[in-house]
Nanobody, 120 residues
Framework: VQLQAFGGGLVQAGGSLRLSCAAS????????MGWFRQAPGKEREFVAA????????YYADSMKGRFTISRDNAKNTVYLQMNSLKPEDTAVYYC??????????????WGQGTLVTVSS
């Protein structure tokens, strides 16, 4: 599976962005998909994940209520809707694909990342 994330950019605090991650390969619908982020000088952290069917979603505590992950298996795409953005959300955001049965922290394939910058 090859992944390409896009949709990042510069936004003011309180604003919204929607990230997309397009996947190639026929088996996209069989993978759990996740979003991670890495801020400057910090370690990569988990943001959200969604099961292969879309029926289950998982969020880091700091993103609950602000971020929404979704997927469209017909389009081989996973989305991350980000609302009420804060300057501390500034980071490079990565999408990833992993086996449904693997731990939430374990993913086999990674996209190249898209930069989100939130100005105060």
């Amino acid at each position: 599976v090859q992944l390409q994330a896009f949709g990042g950019g510069l936004v003011q605090a309180g604003g919204s962005l929607r990230l997309s991650c397009a996947a190639s390969g026929r088996t996209f619908s069989s993978y759990r998909m996740g979003w991670f982020r890495q801020a400057p000088g910090k370690e990569r952290e988990f943001v959200a994940a969604i099961s292969w069917s879309g029926s289950s979603t998982y969020y880091a505590d700091s993103m609950k209520g602000r971020f929404t992950i979704s997927r469209d298996n017909a389009k081989n795409t996973v989305y991350l809707q980000m609302n009420s953005l804060k300057p501390e959300d500034t980071a490079v955001y990565y999408c990833a694909a992993g086996l449904e049965t693997a731990p939430l922290s374990l993913y086999n394939f990674w996209g190249q990342g898209t930069l989100v910058t939130v100005s105060s």
